[in-house]
């Protein structure tokens, strides 16, 4: 097994975790918030999408799928185009209201260009210092590992909020 392979398996494990969690759902439980300060299945799973393509775009050197497949007008949010969901104040979250088609459609745009960038790369790849702002600098290898680990996280957030609301309606 390739590194290529390993980064694979582990985006496609979130698109699992992903699809999962929405399944099912419509948009008001997508949107249903259990205390004013959470954030929703809805708002999660954009976010991770919105993480995942802009960290992808950015060192793939592409555009975003979020704006070249035209996803943001799709969704529509009262929010800048270029906004990911950093810092999103509780007002914010609630704004990001979708289905789950919309949702697992902007995701599996994203998976797929998050495939073709990563089964192209070989392990000397990964040892590419892509950012020298942070000490000890930040390899390709390592950016990629923690797009895994941020959106596995909030994909089982996600998760965890579809078992509590399945649960308590």
Not at 9 to 24: L, N
Not at 68 to 95: C, I, K, M, Y
Not at 144 to 163: T, Y
């Amino acid at each position: 097994m390739t590194s290529a392979d390993v980064l694979v398996d582990a985006f496609s494990r979130v698109q699992g975790v992903v699809h999962e969690a929405v399944a099912g759902l419509d948009e008001e439980q997508l949107a249903h918030r259990i205390d004013p300060e959470t954030n929703s299945i809805a708002w999660l799973v954009w976010h991770l999408a919105r993480v995942q393509d802009d960290h992808i775009a950015d060192v793939a050197e592409t555009e975003q799928v979020w704006l070249v497949q035209n996803w943001a007008a799709r969704f529509a949010l009262p929010l800048d185009e270029e906004d990911t969901g950093f810092g999103h104040d509780p007002e914010q979250v609630e704004s990001v209201r979708a289905s789950g088609e919309l949702l697992t459609g902007y995701y599996d745009a994203v998976h797929e260009q998050t495939l073709r960038f990563v089964t192209g790369l070989s392990d000397a790849d990964l040892d590419e210092v892509i950012d020298t702002s942070w000490s000890p600098p930040v390899t390709l290898g390592v950016r990629l590992v923690s797009v895994i680990a941020d959106d596995l996280q909030h994909a089982g957030q996600a998760a965890l909020l579809k078992g509590f609301l399945t649960r308590t309606s």
